[in-house]
């Protein structure tokens, strides 16, 4: 079975999905440390450059986990985990 890579269209697609669900949760771009997070996403839908890591965000005593994925079928995807004081 050969890989499929996702097209720039579906890397769109998919990382206008995950600024929806981080704006639902609250999560904007004013916040410096999400900064991190977008600069990935853009190099995501660019460069075809797939990325994964973890953002602490101690104003909401949370941690973004994020995974870009290239490959289809697998979707990139998004986490908040709660991380405490």
């Known amino acids: 079975m050969t890989r499929k890579e996702k097209t720039q269209e579906e890397r769109l697609k998919e990382m206008l999905e995950l600024y929806r669900q981080l704006q639902k949760l609250g999560i904007e771009k004013q916040f410096e440390e999400v900064e991190e997070f977008y600069t990935a996403a853009n190099e995501f839908i660019r460069n075809k450059q797939s990325a994964s890591g973890k953002i602490r965000l101690p104003m909401m ?10 490959w289809h ?7 908040l985990k ?3 004081n």
């Open 61 to 70: 005593q949370r941690e973004l986990h994020y995974e870009l994925i290239l």
């Open 73 to 79: 079928p697998k979707p990139s995807h998004i986490l």
């Open 82 to 84: 709660y991380v405490g």
